[in-house]
């Protein structure tokens, strides 16, 4: 088949735009790719619990038949300790992807410049936009409030306290819930964002749930604050049961955040009709 | 220590005496403050080295019973051994754990002693709370005596590793498999609530978050595992853990007594990362790092916090300045340079150009103004990102930048960092990266002179600089409190844009302004350097 144009095909060589089909993605079936499409590449490291001998070597690539990799190559064991063997393993993996059958989160609201939020609360909220962050419970880690909230920011976007339009308000690590609820009230706060990193048996979740019981006993209905919670390790979709009203995962910057905010709490006439 | 010879950057010797008297003159008011108050865990760690432990059926320590009860019949500032031996000698109980329950229960009403009764008090106070001073010299003449029989780690710098699994039983397994790996020091990583708690926890404990409660208990299972291990390696390995939050004072005396090696043990980290009152904090850390310096232990400061939070270019003099503040506070109270693990960090952004030279110009910076401390150097966490195969080259460099500046203390870092709390898979490789930068450079200390005014050299000397200029602005820094300078900078932001004034943060209500008769004998024993 030749192409319809030339300059058509050249450009589709490039990387393939989003929504765009390309000459490397030939249909809604896909394999891993190592140096030729369709070859289902891939690697992976493990750990057994067994002695390093023939025998564990044996069962690292039953176990890499058992994923799905056939050929599977056992290019690496390595005794460590006397009780357990770590391995690389290469294979072809036969399973295929079905493109068509992958349900993308797409972000619901405009991503607003540094300008463009300022402007729209300014004009749409008439006043400073109030927030509050804190990391709760016994959540020592301040990294990812900090990013948000600290004019230093995250990935070359700088933080919610750059923004004039906005008074933040950041509490820092351990904040008690009751200490919380109770600062935000005093503030007026718009909206309350809570970091929670450590993970270790649900610590982020059952510290999540008991902030917004906290604050749905403390506050009227319906002027409950915009409770946003950030940590690597939130399920999407789980907003619902833990009761706020948004989760960032890992890799969110200020500018997603404030964007959201402006969304949230000022929106424009006509989303907020949608 | 290390043999770098402090002449490879050619710093200019005044510059550097000059950065050392403006530490001591913005130390020295904060260390009168805490020489002139006392705090609700000072004097509940003089009670435990009196022996007073154990807690009631809440866990609540006896302790913390006692010096409650003490504190609202007499208050905290004539210090708590007066009224508690005062009670003993007029035979409200026969012991001090008696006196603490029969305290508990609001059987016992505490006075202060008078006339010929005080001395009497004194003596009495003085002899029970010698006996846990002893204690703790005896464990550190074993600790030199176990060293002496196992060795200390052939070659610097000692590999440090950290467990955390909040489950002291299957830290200890853990802690031993890692010292077998390699691991030369075994840190235990504490729960992440433990630091806002006022009181330590009791027994062995197997509920953490992110970590394992530093109780008495945990300490001494620990350290009996790591015995054993020890001499089946036939080398010595340290174990460490944190005296920091609310409870630092308590926690020292613990380790002492327990025989830990190495305790984290920063001057401002409690106040700045964990709002902890600056006033409580230097209290606390006067009579903590006392306590280290008698029992032999290393303290390790916190600086890697500073460029974590801030840019670790922008702020790499914030760091000096901490390092040479710690080193004032530590030698203060009495620790000796070998004792100093002042601690630095490898936290540049990777896609900054020259980031490695400049890793090494501050890395090296620490070794010369400290060529006697056993430095601390801590890998990279900032740009861990998840990309495990570009982290693993990253610590290999960070391990280079250790090997070429002759570092003592090598914390180990995981390529698994932000991702997972470490595997055995990712212990033992991170182990293979140590091991192959040591074999294959440790000997570049010999070879690595950086060239007179070249980046390395120059970005020091500016760095350094810096640093004076801070410490300049500190000291004219006499707002709101012109007593103390540093305590009107940390209320001001200067460190690492904190706000933390002395009059608000965790604990302020636990700390007492002393009465003229205040009395500590602990706190007389460790000045005296006495043991009886």
């Known amino acids: 088949m030749t192409p319809r144009n030339k300059d058509d095909a050249v450009r589709r060589r490039e990387p393939a735009v989003p929504g765009e089909p390309s000459l490397t993605e030939s249909g809604p079936l896909v394999r891993p790719y190592g140096d030729r499409t369709g070859d289902g590449m891939m690697q992976m490291s493990f750990t057994l619990p067994l002695p390093h001998d023939k025998r564990a070597e044996g069962a690292a690539l039953q176990l890499a038949r058992k994923m799905g990799l056939d050929p599977a190559i056992l290019v690496h064991a390595k005794a460590m300790g006397p009780h357990f063997t770590f391995f690389v393993v290469y294979g072809s993996v036969t399973h295929l992807v079905d493109l068509r059958d992958v349900a993308v989160v797409r972000r619901a609201y405009p991503l607003l410049s540094h300008k463009d939020v300022s402007s729209a609360v300014r004009r749409r909220l008439r006043r400073r936009m109030v927030v509050v962050g804190a990391c709760i419970g016994t959540d020592a880690h301040t990294v990812g409030i900090d990013a948000i909230l600290n004019i230093k920011g995250f990935s070359g976007e700088k933080g919610l306290e750059s923004y004039p339009e906005l008074r933040v308000v950041n509490l820092g690590a351990q904040v008690l819930v009751p200490d919380l609820v109770e600062r935000a009230r005093r503030e007026k706060a718009d909206a309350v964002l809570v970091s929670q990193v450590v993970t270790q048996r649900e610590a982020h979740i059952h510290n999540t749930k008991a902030m917004t019981a906290a604050f749905r006993e403390a506050y009227p209905a319906g002027k409950v604050p915009l409770l946003v919670v950030g940590g690597p390790r939130f399920e999407d979709g789980t907003e619902t049961e833990l009761g706020v009203d948004r989760i960032f995962g890992r890799g969110t910057t200020p500018d997603e955040v404030a964007s959201y905010l402006v969304h949230a709490i000022c929106p424009l006439p006509e989303e907020a009709s949608r | ?532």
Request: glycine share 8%.
């Open chain 2, 1 to 532: 220590m290390s043999a770098r010879p402090t002449g490879l950057l050619e710093l200019d010797p005044a510059v550097v005496r000059q950065a050392r008297a403006l530490s001591r003159r913005v130390g020295r008011p904060v260390v009168n403050i805490a020489r002139s108050h006392t705090t609700v865990s000072v004097e509940r760690a003089t009670l435990r080295l009196a022996g007073l432990s154990g807690a009631d059926h809440d866990q609540v320590p006896w302790v913390n019973h006692l010096v409650d009860a003490v504190r609202a019949d007499v208050g905290l500032e004539h210090g708590v051994t007066s009224p508690v031996w005062n009670a003993l000698r007029q035979g409200e109980a026969a012991d001090l754990l008696t006196l603490a329950q029969k305290a508990a229960a609001g059987a016992v009403t505490f006075h202060l002693p008078e006339g010929r009764g005080a001395g009497a008090t004194q003596r009495a106070a003085r002899a029970a709370v010698a006996r846990g001073i002893r204690a703790i010299d005896r464990q550190r003449a074993t600790r030199q005596r176990l060293i002496a029989r196992y060795g200390d780690p052939a070659r610097k710098p000692w590999v440090y590793l950290i467990v955390a699994t909040g489950d002291i039983m299957e830290d200890i397994p853990q802690a031993q498999a890692a010292a077998r790996e390699g691991a030369d020091i075994i840190a235990v990583i504490r729960s992440t609530g433990q630091s806002l708690l006022d009181y330590v926890p009791e027994g062995a404990t197997r509920e953490g978050f992110a970590g394992t409660y530093a109780t008495q208990e945990n300490f001494r299972l620990m350290r009996a595992a790591l015995d054993e291990t020890s001499k089946e390696l036939g080398r010595y390995i340290r174990l460490t853990n944190y005296a920091s939050g609310l409870c630092m004072p308590e926690i020292a005396a613990l380790a002492g007594l327990e025989r830990l090696d190495m305790m984290l043990n920063d001057s401002m980290y409690g106040i700045l990362f964990r709002d902890i009152n600056p006033v409580r904090t230097f209290v606390d850390q006067r009579f903590s790092r006392q306590i280290h310096a008698r029992a032999g232990i290393i303290i390790n400061t916190g600086e890697d916090n500073y460029l974590t939070t801030a840019d670790p270019v922008e702020a790499a003099h914030t760091v000096t300045v901490s390092q040479l503040l710690n080193e004032y506070f530590a030698k203060e109270a009495g620790l000796e340079d070998w004792q100093l693990g002042l601690g630095h960090a490898f936290e540049i952004n990777p896609d900054i150009p020259d980031s490695f030279r400049l890793e090494l110009a501050h890395a090296l910076l620490a070794r010369a103004l400290f060529p006697n401390a056993p430095l601390k150097w801590m890998p990279p966490t900032k740009h861990m990102t998840g990309d495990v195969f570009r982290g693993y080259l990253l610590d290999g460099f960070f391990n280079l930048v250790g090997a070429l500046t002759g570092q003592s203390i090598l914390l180990v870092g995981m390529m698994t960092e932000a991702v997972v709390t470490p595997w055995l898979s990712d212990r033992d490789l991170a182990l293979q990266n140590v091991r192959y930068v040591m074999n294959a450079a440790g000997g570049l200390t010999e070879d690595f002179h950086p060239p007179r005014d070249g980046l390395i050299q120059t970005r020091a000397r500016q760095v350094l600089g810096e640093a004076v200029d801070l410490l300049t602005r500190i000291l004219g820094d006499a707002d709101n409190a012109k007593d103390a300078p540093l305590l009107a900078a940390i209320g001001d932001g200067t460190f690492g844009l904190m706000k933390r004034p002395p009059t608000a943060g965790k604990g302020l209500d636990g700390v007492a302004t002393k009465a003229p008769d205040y009395v500590n004998p602990a706190i007389d024993l460790l000045q005296e350097g006495a043991s009886r």
